[in-house]
């Protein structure tokens, strides 16, 4: 039999825990119950809350003012937990982000679109391969790069000698070559580049950071003991998921990405939150 409720009253070291667990979230529909509960990953550190507060009542019928009521105003439940797995969709949650499928330009190909002006033209710099609707990523041999002068009679550009491209990110490094600087000493003509269209081309899926104001979601953890292996099921019906802190995007520890979580009381439950303990283990 699992621990279930211990109503014996004395100490037992059964009641030790040392916290393991699974922490799942899932969205809300639209009457409160949740649709399919995503793994979040590992997640080092999980803490829970609860705060109350009071509104203290004073006598003044003697010298001495004491209180003669306490009345609980609010009671409010936090949590605050770190994800570990750096993936796409826990990414959307820390950043209050929208996800979708990109269109890459270098899929359709592109014609003649404006890499630099005259103005901002300079050698050894870098300029991002970047269209009306976007950039262009993933580019393949079959894209046929092509970045020419803006002039009537176009300088062509020759890569290795006068740019280099990172294919995957779809930038390219302006060299300091003859060509180059010829075109910077004019001072007339910008850079513009040519794809031709690959359907091979990588797809790519985009984050739009800050697009979303409030993620409400159910959250399911299974706490595992480490010592017993058993299970405890934390169920928090309706959850605000925020971001708390800052992530490493450069560092010598592993990242995390550090959330919070208000509970709140969600209309579809007669419970803000339950836990479960299941006897058979």
Not at 24 to 45: C, I, R, W, Y
Not at 130 to 139: K, L
Not at 191 to 203: G, R
Request: aromatic fraction near 8%; charge should be negative; avoid cysteine.
């Amino acid at each position: 039999m699992g621990r279930g409720i211990d109503t014996s009253g004395e100490h037992s070291v059964e009641s030790y825990q040392l916290g393991r667990g699974i922490l799942m979230a899932a969205l809300l529909d639209s009457t409160g119950h949740p649709k399919a509960f995503e793994d979040l990953g590992n997640v080092p550190e999980l803490t829970a809350s609860v705060e109350t507060e009071k509104l203290d009542h004073f006598s003044s019928r003697a010298g001495l003012k004491t209180i003669d009521k306490a009345v609980v105003t609010q009671i409010t439940s936090n949590l605050s937990f770190q994800l570990e797995d750096i993936n796409f969709n826990n990414l959307a949650r820390f950043f209050s982000g929208g996800t979708k499928e990109y269109t890459n330009p270098a899929i359709a190909g592109v014609t003649d679109s404006p890499l630099v002006s005259a103005s901002d033209l300079q050698a050894n710099a870098w300029y991002i391969l970047r269209t009306s609707t976007g950039p262009a990523f993933g580019i393949t041999a079959t894209n046929d790069l092509v970045i020419e002068s803006t002039n009537a009679t176009p300088v062509v550009l020759s890569e290795g000698t006068d740019y280099e491209v990172d294919a995957v990110t779809g930038q390219v490094f302006i060299k300091s070559s003859t060509a180059v600087e010829a075109i910077i000493a004019a001072g007339v003509d910008g850079l513009t580049f040519t794809l031709t269209a690959d359907s091979s081309a990588t797809t790519v899926d985009q984050l739009t950071i800050l697009s979303e104001t409030e993620l409400n979601v159910a959250l399911r953890f299974v706490l595992e003991e480490a010592d017993s292996g058993k299970k405890v099921v934390y169920d928090y019906h309706k959850v605000t998921l925020s971001s708390d802190g800052d992530y490493s995007l450069i560092s010598d520890e592993f990242a995390q990405l550090p959330m919070k979580g208000s509970v709140e009381k969600n209309d579809a439950y007669p419970n803000v939150a339950d836990v479960y303990y299941p006897k058979t283990q």
